[in-house]
């Protein structure tokens, strides 16, 4: 008996399709080309001051300078990148700053030294974070419109507080800290807290549930409350966060300056904003580093030190900022559209 042959079997079909690479290699292929494009242009305004203002530039007063004045913003920025991210914005990020300082810096505050000016500063800054987010997570207000009411409200209070007048600190401890000498393991005080502050946000960010939900509720709150998080929850901890992250930068700035202003803050919160945008933070949210905003922070920390240097006007500097941000936000936008 003849056994039925099978057909020729079509070799073809057993090829195995080639691997795809995995996602999560785009997405760090890209974060890197990010981050050495900001590192490029890092490296090309330190050769800029280098060539025009070698010996005050490269003096190491200077460098320990611009480092420790982008820590105050620094710390604000990491908070805001946080918000960005959600999906939020968080406009009164420069007035919560003015109030906590000058709140910080009453007589009666200053009685109780060091820890006193420390924990009133912390304590306002998240005080003015609960607000922000309870109006926004659970009164259904709209970030824009709440955080510039705490804009206006915050500046107004501290104007009242300090009837427009500078307050001097006292406390020996805390002047200590701001001296151009002050050294903490041998890091400038302000330095070092701008680290740690980075340091625990890109952990919290990247390697805790509470960073994957934040991006989560940028990218689709929707989705995100489908999933099971609680996404009105989220956003009262993000500005809560951002609070803290205020309170914090009024005390650097106390240290810094040595008193308290109805001023202080000024603007941060463009300088924030526009830091985490060139950073590569979405304004959608949904996406966002930290080592990017900071690389954002010393971007134009650095702008502002050789603008100095070269006797710039301020409005010079204002005039190329919001240059700057225009062309973040372009880069975002076509990159968005090829991502």
Excluded: H
Excluded at 191 to 203: C, E
Excluded at 239 to 268: E, H, K, M, P, R
């Amino acid at each position: 008996m003849t056994q039925p042959v099978s057909p020729p079997r079509d070799s073809s079909t057993d090829k195995v399709p080639p691997a795809q690479p995995p996602a999560w290699r785009g997405t760090l292929a890209r974060a890197d080309v990010r981050t050495l494009s900001l590192l490029g242009v890092l490296a090309v305004l330190i050769l800029i001051g280098g060539i025009t203002k070698p010996d005050a530039f490269l003096d190491t007063r200077n460098l320990q300078l611009v480092l420790t004045q982008a820590s105050v913003i620094g710390v604000v920025t990491v908070g805001m990148t946080f918000v960005i991210v959600s999906g939020g914005i968080d406009l009164s990020v420069g007035a919560i700053v003015a109030l906590a300082s000058v709140w910080a810096t009453t007589v009666a505050t200053q009685e109780y030294g060091f820890a006193g000016i420390l924990f009133t500063a912390v304590v306002v800054g998240v005080g003015c974070g609960l607000v922000n987010g309870v109006l926004i997570a659970y009164g259904a207000m709209v970030p824009f419109i709440a955080t510039l009411a705490m804009l206006a409200s915050a500046r107004g209070l501290a104007l009242q507080i300090t009837d427009g007048k500078t307050q001097i600190v006292t406390v020996q401890s805390v002047l200590d800290l701001g001296e151009r000498d002050a050294y903490v393991l041998g890091v400038p005080p302000l330095v070092l807290v701008f680290a740690v502050v980075t340091v625990i946000g890109w952990l919290v960010l990247n390697r805790t549930t509470f960073g994957r939900r934040t991006v989560a509720v940028g990218g689709n709150p929707e989705a995100a409350r489908l999933a099971g998080i609680d996404v009105r929850r989220q956003r009262l901890y993000l500005y809560l966060l951002s609070g803290l992250c205020c309170g914090i930068a009024a005390f650097l700035l106390i240290v810094l300056a040595g008193s308290g202003q109805n001023t202080n803050g000024n603007l941060y919160e463009l300088d924030a904003i526009a830091a985490a945008i060139i950073g590569g933070t979405l304004l959608t949210g949904g996406r966002g580093t930290i080592t990017g905003s900071v690389l954002g922070v010393l971007i134009f920390t650095t702008i502002t030190n050789l603008f100095a240097l070269n006797n710039l006007q301020t409005d010079v500097q204002q005039i190329a900022k919001g240059a700057i941000i225009v062309a973040a936000v372009l880069v975002q936008r076509r990159t968005a559209s090829t991502t």
